[in-house]
């Protein structure tokens, strides 16, 4: 039997999409960086960055980056802006074109970063003595 090619790459997309910027990084699966832009990039008002057709063209800028390293599968973590509620308007604007144009999903998490307890009270262990 003929050995089949395997031309299929994955790597992992770190999204962080606040409701200010949309960045996007992409790396191979050991974490090195392959490439990265944000809205920054594409357009220079700042109103614009977070906006979700900003955000596909960072999808189309990604697209270019996973052909030229034959990358057809994606793991996604999607992070948004920590103790804001939700993650920004372009995230899911850049699944939906990647989709579109044919890169296959494996995993789509989100890792925002919850806060639990908040800092630490002042005032000392037996509290503030008046």
């Known amino acids: 039997m003929a050995k089949k090619k395997n031309d299929e790459h994955t790597g992992i997309l770190h999204i962080y999409a606040s409701f ?4 996007a990084t992409l790396t191979d ?16 008002h700042d ?10 063209f ?10 030229d390293y034959k990358i057809t599968n ?26 579109k144009e044919g890169l296959k999903i494996l995993s789509l998490t989100e890792v925002t970063c919850v806060p639990r307890g908040g800092p630490k009270k002042s005032g000392g262990r037996r509290g503030r003595r008046v």
Do not use: D, F
Request: net charge positive; proline share 3%.
């Open 20 to 23: 200010n910027n949309t960045i």
């Open 29 to 44: 699966l050991s974490g090195t960086t392959i490439g990265r832009t944000s809205g920054g990039q594409i357009t220079k």
């Open 47 to 56: 109103r614009m960055k977070a906006n979700p057709t900003i955000a596909m």
């Open 58 to 67: 960072i999808a189309k800028k990604i697209l270019e980056i996973c052909k």
């Open 74 to 99: 994606l793991y996604i973590k999607m992070k948004g802006q920590t103790g804001e509620k939700g993650i920004g308007p372009g995230a899911h604007t850049i699944v939906k074109t990647l989709t």
